[in-house]
């Protein structure tokens, strides 16, 4: 869907450095990268953000993510995930809705590469599929 395309390619278009604008935004409205999913909710906190336990750790000019998503949609339609995880311990933030970033996950380079993905079964709205998403 041409939504998924337009409101996930914000966050880049505001908060990317200009390398990845450059490379990744042209691509992305010719319809070669797809930016669909969005990994947000978890098993032990739904959507309420700020209980997420999901956890990336800088490691060079990496991160490395450990942690579960549920839920999310358009995975198989997507080469890009927006993953949103906790970058800084909840008990070191005087707010609990700090220490909460954005990440772009690269599926392809990311699955069988520490990314596990299922898809749920489910008896109703089929036509879009869920799947858990472990790291």
Do not use: C
């Not at 599926?107 to 520490?114: I, K, Q, V």
């Amino acid at each position: 869907s041409i939504h998924g395309g337009i409101y996930n390619s914000v966050p880049i278009v505001k908060y990317a450095d200009e390398g990845l604008k450059a490379d990744l935004l042209p691509r992305v409205a010719d319809g070669e990268a797809r930016i669909q999913a969005f990994g947000l909710t978890e098993p032990n906190a739904g959507s309420d953000s700020t209980a997420m336990e999901t956890r990336a750790e800088r490691d060079g000019d990496e991160y490395v993510v450990n942690g579960e998503k549920v839920w999310i949609s358009r995975v198989e339609d997507s080469d890009y995930l927006l993953l949103m995880a906790r970058t800084t311990p909840r008990d070191e933030v005087d707010k609990r809705t700090r220490g909460i970033s954005m990440i772009l996950v690269d599926l392809e380079e990311a699955y069988g590469n520490g990314l596990e993905i299922e898809r749920i079964p489910k008896t109703a709205s089929r036509a879009v599929h869920s799947y858990q998403l472990y790291f």
